[in-house]
């Protein structure tokens, strides 16, 4: 799938509420309108036409999890995936468990609390929330509220990025740029309306 993105943008990760990566924009027009130039130089603005994934790849941050397409849902309903994610609520529950027992838990028992946990967090999830806020919910199991800990374990199950749209359009956040984004093209040219830096 084609994009577009700044030179600058290409060269430097951003953070932003999802995630840490390069934002690149679905439409020239939209890109053309985001780009800096600087005041009182004659100076070009350069952008790059790219290669991206598909959009099946990204989180849509819009969408309830329920409304994402199937090939984010199949790495969000993966079992290793929902096993990382729910683990410490799995913990919380094997630790009281043991507590109450007069025995240690076995194999089986730690297995039946995670199987339980799973299906009941991701069925509250999959019907309530949207991409936004599973992937700030992510943040929140990462030992340091780590944007890139969410990013790396969605990376992991195949979700390439997020999809959001902001006042001027619909942009992707590309999670790995290196792998995931392949230059067709450099553009340069003087626009008279983009934003002006000083």
């Known amino acids: 799938m084609n994009a577009y993105i700044s030179l600058e943008s290409y060269c430097n990760r951003e953070e932003t509420n999802y995630g840490i990566g390069v934002s690149v924009s679905l439409d020239e027009e939209v890109l053309k309108k985001e780009l800096v130039r600087k005041k009182n130089v004659l100076s070009n603005n350069n952008w790059l036409k790219v290669e991206i994934p598909d959009e099946k790849y990204f989180l849509d941050t819009n969408k309830l999890i329920k409304d994402q397409n199937e090939t984010v849902l199949e790495g969000i309903k993966n079992e290793a995936f929902l096993s990382t994610v729910f683990i410490y609520e799995t913990k919380k529950l094997c630790r009281k468990a043991e507590k109450e027992s007069e025995e240690p838990l076995t194999k089986d028992d730690y297995e039946g609390i995670l199987d339980g946990v799973i299906k009941e967090r991701y069925e509250s999830f999959v019907q309530n929330i949207t991409g936004l806020d599973y992937f700030t919910y992510l943040i929140g199991k990462s030992d340091y509220h780590d944007k890139r800990f969410a990013a790396a374990i969605l990376y992991k199950y195949g979700i390439k990025g997020c ?34 830096s000083m």
Do not use: R, T, V, W
Not at 168 to 179: R, V
């Open 163 to 196: 999809k959001y749209s902001d006042a001027m359009g619909d942009h992707i956040l590309i999670f790995n740029p290196k792998d995931d984004i392949q230059i067709l093209d450099f553009k340069s040219e003087c626009l008279i309306d983009s934003k002006i």
